[in-house]
């Protein structure tokens, strides 16, 4: 309890404050929410609880987590680290991109929670330096991302491979199609707790359309919005989008990193790192940041490129407006998009005001807060410190899990 604290919950999220008493008394659980919404302490501190009585062995943990993305099981592997450093025990992560020896040599000492990828989980089982067969709980978190990764193959192997009488926990935003296979393999008779569905229509989240006649008026609206004072999350379709556009945003002035599946682990740590301490102000990234990434006080989300289908759309917009701050979530639409983008919406239940504008247009300013940018060029991503800021004060941002307010309840590209 003083490590939760110590982070500024007072209070109990509502799926923690539903799931932790099932958990604790040993029942599979289905837990259905979006992202920030608790999920990680609802899980996992009710987990380090049931395993503080007993001792685990090198290589072979207790409790196994298993997460998607590299960025989700870092942020988990790091949320649970205090809690569990708290009852004497060791929580670590194994993922893809990072040098398996170092991990090799992270199992040789007992770790009682292991947060792994389901790729690099299989890789080090291979190599016989992890057995799963002293797993008593697992919890995969995430679940219909793992299978819009097409990792659920790897997720049956290595639930296979842990104890048939083990507790499991599934936690995932929809549990439809191929997540509801799994559970209906895996889960024995789980109790389900849902919290609200993914949505991105909530009070605090405002939702436009900014319409753009072409791509040159586009690119030109993009850099002056990056240029705002605040945090901003850019999505593109393409890897090579979200390079090409970080230059364009430097050349002129923007500290901007980009996030995306062919990125190093040290590049795509640095990104998160920088844009989470509010020294980075723009993030350009891919599908990857629209899942799983927990990062408060983004106060603007926008759609460079619209996304591909409607999911995307919810889970990008739900990087702002969390834990009941608010946020803005603009989508640039050239004239050849407008009917894909009016679908998209439409599907997605949203409701877009829309607003024809221009680089120098009051109504951009008044939606974004766009500017002029320095036009002083920044050296590219690497070459500087990640906190050699191009302009303003860092944003203040509450910590991970943290409730906004004291005495508030506590809150394709990707390849693991």
Do not use: W
Request: glycine share 10%.
């Amino acid at each position: 309890m003083k490590s939760v604290t110590s982070q500024g919950i007072a209070e109990p999220f509502p799926i923690q404050e539903a799931t932790i008493p099932d958990v604790l008394a040993g029942r599979d659980v289905l837990g259905r929410g979006p992202t920030g919404s608790g999920k990680t302490f609802a899980f996992g501190l009710p987990m380090l609880a049931l395993l503080k009585k007993g001792f685990s062995k090198p290589g072979r943990p207790r409790g196994l987590v298993l997460a998607p993305t590299r960025e989700l099981a870092a942020q988990i592997s790091d949320r649970l680290s205090d809690p569990a450093a708290a009852l004497g025990m060791r929580v670590i992560s194994v993922v893809g991109g990072v040098n398996i020896n170092t991990q090799i040599r992270a199992l040789a000492a007992p770790v009682d929670v292991l947060v792994a990828t389901p790729g690099r989980a299989k890789d080090l089982i291979d190599q016989r330096k992890l057995s799963l067969d002293d797993v008593r709980i697992t919890a995969i978190d995430e679940a219909d991302q793992m299978a819009d990764m097409g990792f659920l193959p790897q997720v049956r192997t290595l639930l296979d491979r842990t104890p048939n009488d083990g507790q499991r926990l599934l936690f995932s935003a929809t549990l439809d199609g191929d997540v509801d296979k799994l559970v209906r393999e895996y889960l024995r008779d789980p109790v389900t707790h849902s919290t609200a569905p993914v949505k991105a229509a909530v009070e605090t989240m405002e939702h436009y359309q900014l319409l753009v006649s072409d791509r040159d008026k586009r690119n030109e609206i993009v850099l002056r919005i990056a240029a705002r004072e605040g945090t901003t999350i850019m999505f593109m379709r393409t890897k090579h989008g979200v390079d090409r556009q970080v230059r364009k945003l430097r050349r002129v002035g923007i500290n901007a990193l980009g996030l995306h599946g062919d990125k190093s682990q040290g590049a795509r740590t640095r990104a998160i790192e920088g844009f989470t301490d509010g020294s980075v102000p723009v993030l350009v990234a891919t599908d990857i940041a629209a899942r799983g990434i927990d990062i408060g006080g983004v106060s603007l989300v926008v759609h460079i490129d619209p996304p591909a289908e409607h999911k995307a759309y919810l889970h990008r917009a739900g990087r702002t407006a969390r834990a009941g701050t608010s946020g803005t979530v603009v989508t640039l639409v050239m004239d050849d998009q407008r009917r894909e983008v009016d679908a998209l919406l439409s599907k997605a239940g949203v409701r877009a005001t829309k607003v024809k504008v221009n680089a120098s247009s009051d109504e951009l300013v008044r939606i974004t807060g766009a500017r002029e940018p320095s036009g002083k060029p920044l050296p590219p991503p690497g070459t500087q410190p990640a906190g050699a800021r191009a302009k303003g004060p860092a944003t203040p941002r509450r910590k991970a899990n943290a409730p906004a307010t004291k005495g508030r309840r506590g809150a394709p590209g990707g390849r693991a």
